[in-house]
């Protein structure tokens, strides 16, 4: 099974990019799919999660109203559209998969798996 993040680069602020997360290897249709964000020193953020199973999702408060997550069950690929874009959204994301019948997981914990880190620079 494979995470494979992308999507990050630099954008100005007010702007806009899109986060991939491709799922290759997944057979469950009951996974949590989360975004995090690190600051180097600090712990893995949770920003926001998606159910596959139930699309029941979450978005961390600093993010609400300007993030929108989604997942193309289809195409194996969850996105996590950025909009407004702030100095401080400047990070190392990644995403995450792992189990869960209901819901989707807010913290790192539960998440089994996980894409390597796509980092979004947000600057004038």
Not at 46 to 61: K, L, M, R, V, W
């Amino acid at each position: 099974v494979q995470l494979q993040a992308s999507g990050g680069g630099l954008a100005q602020p007010g702007g806009s990019l899109r986060l991939s997360c491709a799922s290759s290897g997944f057979t469950s249709d009951y996974d949590s799919i989360g975004w995090f964000r690190q600051v180097p020193g600090k712990e893995r953020e949770g920003i926001s999660c998606i159910s596959t199973s139930d699309g029941s999702y979450y978005y961390e408060e600093a993010v609400k109203g300007r993030f929108t997550i989604s997942v193309d069950k289809d195409k194996n690929v969850a996105y996590l559209q950025m909009n407004s874009l702030k100095l401080g959204d400047t990070v190392v994301y990644y995403c995450a998969r792992g189990r869960a019948q209901a819901g989707c997981y807010f913290v790192s914990g539960p998440y089994e798996y996980w894409g390597q880190g796509t980092l979004v620079t947000v600057s004038s």
